[in-house]
């Protein structure tokens, strides 16, 4: 299987740890080179680029924020000024805040949730999107080629007490990636997302007890939980050349959930 992936320019937005990590350094395998942004930690972007680099990738650290889209768009003309243009986009980053319920935090009825939670997490989830995208795409079409990742969240169609602003912003990104695969499709341009199950991330391994992890694991027809890598792969092969004509399509790294 041939990803064609070798001098390819991928911009993979949080790109310092977890997922988004694991997806840099899976492209960088691949003889990709690709941007590793980051929002408050150069430190740990300036460490994912040395093992993008020493993984056969070349790498480029960029700033990057949810929040503010006049960085987004900078951080996307960085990219395009320092290698012509963009093959392939990983929208991977996302601010947890308050939209997650975590344990031991009591969560309010929805009628409670603050006006200004709801409509932060949009911003930074949707909004975001609608930016990087609207910066990033024409610098698609002139390549003729390429090929947009979306990471998901299973929340959107399965729910979670407390999760209604996060679940939306993601049922939201789920509807554009599939009006995108229409419009984008005729020009070789493939949209589709990937939607992790728990990850066994660092966050989730420094909180999670370790008991819960196993009972989540057994629970699972797989009989293991996945590891950013696992995603990581699926990203690849849906962002690469190896991935010839699925568009608009939802695949689930969720050892079966």
Known sequence: MKTDLRGRVVLVTGATSGIG??????????????AVTYHSSKDAAEETAAQVAALGGTPLVVRYDLGDEQVIREAVGQVGAAWGGIDVL???????????????????????VPAGQWQETLRTSVDAAFHTLQSALPLMRERGWGRIVVIGAGMADQGLVGGGAYGASKSALYGLMRSLAWELGPERILVNMVVPGQTLTENVL????????????????SQRMSVPEDVARAVVFLGSAANGNVNGETLRVTGGA
């Open 206 to 221: 420094r909180f999670a007890p370790a008991a819960a992890l196993e009972s989540k694991a057994k629970s699972l027809p």
């Open 21 to 34: 990590r694991a997806t840099a350094l899976a492209f960088a395998a691949e003889g990709a080179r690709v």
């Open 90 to 112: 990983v929208l991977n980053a996302v601010v947890w805040g308050d939209a997650i319920p975590r344990p031991g935090r009591p969560q309010p009825p929805f009628e409670e």
